[in-house]
Every structure is written in structure tokens, then in C-alpha cells.
């Protein structure tokens, strides 16, 4: 088993059922806005109000590529852009698997109506459905698509039976 990159919208559930994922595989468990809050000494929300959104995204790439060279093994959730930046999508088919966590719009609409940590939901309701639409253009590119279940037991089950299947495909 190598890296697993979870990738997908806010509030798909990638590091809920990344916790699990992990705890499944037996693997350590990465939350890349946990690691860039660490590094930075600061909040996502800071981060953007104090240094923007350019100077995120960067970090975010550049501790993607710290901990996929620091660990040979892991799973890790990814912040909503990053499985949306081509590069870094490029960069993690080359180093694991990526899957992408999909969700409807009206769930991510559910997820995350209340959380006050997500710098990007000060947009309005159709800016974030047409950046929503931009980034599943590029999560689609993931190796696998894990559309979003009733539970997070549902999904990791799903994610644990396509890694079987793909890992006796390469036998």
C-alpha cells in the first residue's frame, strides 16, 4: 500500500473518512490544513486574510510535496483547492492513488452552511456553484471516484473494495 491522496470539494468528507481510511489501512493519517496551520502558526482564515489566497495555495503545494517525501506510506486529506490545482493533481498521480471524494452540490451546500472556518464560503451562492463546477473538472482526473455515501463507514468500505480490486489487477 503506497499514498493515498484524497481529494474533493469542502465538506466531502475527506478528512472524516480519511481518519478512518487510515486507522483501516493501519497507516499514519495527514490533514494538510492541520500540517499548513502548524507550519504557519495561523488559522486557515488567517492565513488568507493576513497573506491571501496566492501565498495559501503555494504553501499548500509545497507541504504536499514535504510530506509525500517525508512519509512512505500514508493517507491524506487535501484541502478543496489543491485537488483542484492541476499541478498538484499531477504531482500526487505520480506519487499514490487520488481519490476523489464527490459530492452533489446541494450536499456541500448542507455540509458546510454553518462553518465559519472556510474563507471561501463569503462568496456568493453562485460564485461557489461555478467554482464548484471549475473544480470537478480537474478531481475528475483521479484515479478513483468515490461518490458520497450515507455514511462515512459506507464510503471507506467502498474506497477499501476499489483499492482491493485495483491492488489484484496489478499482481
Known amino acids: 500500500m503506497k499514498r493515498i491522496y484524497l481529494v474533493?470539494?469542502?465538506?466531502?468528507?475527506k478528512t472524516t473518512v480519511g481518519r478512518l481510511l487510515a486507522r483501516k489501512l493501519?497507516?499514519?493519517?495527514?490533514?494538510?490544513?492541520?500540517e499548513i496551520e502548524i507550519r504557519e502558526g495561523l488559522t486557515i482564515?488567517?492565513?488568507f486574510s493576513l497573506k491571501g489566497e496566492d501565498y495559501f495555495r503555494k504553501l499548500e503545494l509545497e507541504v504536499l510535496k514535504d510530506v509525500t517525501h517525508s512519509l512512505p506510506t500514508?493517507?491524506?486529506?487535501?484541502?478543496g483547492g489543491l485537488g483542484a490545482n492541476p499541478t498538484a493533481m499531477e504531482f500526487m498521480k505520480k506519487n499514490g492513488t487520488v481519490i476523489w471524494l464527490d459530492i452533489d452540490f446541494e450536499t456541500f451546500k448542507r455540509r458546510t452552511a454553518k462553518?465559519?472556518?472556510?474563507?471561501?464560503?463569503?462568496?456568493s451562492g453562485e460564485e461557489l456553484k461555478k467554482l464548484f463546477e471549475e473544480r470537478?473538472?480537474?478531481?475528475?482526473?483521479?484515479?478513483?471516484?468515490?461518490e458520497s455515501q450515507k455514511s462515512v463507514e459506507k464510503t471507506v468500505q467502498k474506497i477499501l473494495s476499489f483499492l482491493q480490486l485495483t491492488k489484484r489487477r496489478h499482481l
Open 115 to 123: 462553518d465559519p472556518n472556510r474563507p471561501l464560503l463569503q462568496k
Open 136 to 146: 470537478k473538472k480537474v478531481y475528475s482526473q483521479a484515479h478513483i471516484r468515490i
Open 45 to 47: 482564515p488567517q492565513i
Open 8 to 13: 474533493g470539494f469542502m465538506g466531502s468528507g
Open 26 to 34: 493501519k497507516t499514519p493519517f495527514v490533514d494538510l490544513d492541520e
Open 74 to 79: 500514508f493517507v491524506i486529506a487535501t484541502g
